[in-house]
Each structure stands twice: as structure tokens, then as C-alpha cells.
């Protein structure tokens, strides 16, 4: 059974970091693309990065150069670095493991297995 744990979220405030970070259970992690997600109150869900097997990344325009997606497959891990942090970064993030169910024209890849979430609140 796939098993997506979020943790790391919090409050912050402008200019601020978080990392937040992914616990995978239940499917060869290594060879997956793995992907963070967010979606904000009143908004549709955002792809943020993804990360591929060859650790090759891929960022939203929002988030380059204060984002960095990373991964441990020793630890069946995924991490979410993220700094200069702004208003507009509140949102509830999200993990996904690559599949065949849902389509990210954010990041133009597929999807099908998604965590529950870590709350990221940023104030000014």
C-alpha cells in the first residue's frame, strides 16, 4: 500500500524557510518521479517541483531560485527546501508519487499517489 507522509509545514514569517519533508512506504521509491504539490485556500491545486529518477528537477515559475526539491532513496525521502518565502507560499503541500491517474500541466507529468498534507502559513 503506497504511504505519503508530509511533515515540516508550519508558520513563518516573509523572508523566511522551511524544509518540509516526504516519508514513501509501499512501492519502488527510487525509480519513481516524485513531486510536491500545493494548493492554497479558493485555489486549484499547483504543481510546485518534481524530481525524476536521475534527480533531474523541475521547478513553477513562482518558486525558482527559492525552491529546491531534493531526494534521499536511501531513506525513501523526499524534501521540499524552501526559503525567501513569501504570502503567497501559504498553502497546504502536498507529495505525489508519478502514475497514470492525474496529469500536471504545472509540471507536465503524471501522477497518482498523494500524501495528506503540511499546512505552510507565511505572514508578514
Known amino acids: 500500500q503506497v504511504q505519503l507522509v508530509e511533515s515540516g509545514g508550519g508558520s513563518v514569517q516573509a523572508g523566511g524557510s522551511l524544509r518540509l519533508s516526504c516519508a514513501a512506504s509501499?512501492?519502488?521509491?527510487?525509480?519513481?518521479?516524485m513531486g510536491w504539490f500545493r494548493q492554497g485556500p479558493g485555489k486549484e491545486r499547483e504543481g510546485v517541483a518534481y524530481i525524476d529518477s536521475a534527480y533531474t528537477t523541475r521547478y513553477a515559475e513562482s518558486v525558482k531560485g527559492r525552491f529546491t526539491i531534493s531526494r534521499d532513496n536511501a531513506k525513501n525521502s523526499l524534501y521540499l527546501q524552501m526559503n525567501s518565502l513569501k504570502l503567497e507560499d501559504s498553502a497546504m503541500y502536498f507529495c505525489?508519487?508519478?502514475?497514470?491517474?492525474?496529469?500536471?500541466?504545472?509540471?507536465?507529468?503524471?501522477?497518482?499517489?498523494w500524501g495528506q498534507g503540511t499546512q505552510v502559513n507565511v505572514s508578514s
Open positions: 509501499g512501492f519502488p521509491y527510487s525509480s519513481r518521479f
Open positions: 505525489a508519487a508519478s502514475g497514470r491517474t492525474w496529469y500536471s500541466p504545472d509540471l507536465q507529468f503524471w501522477f497518482s499517489f
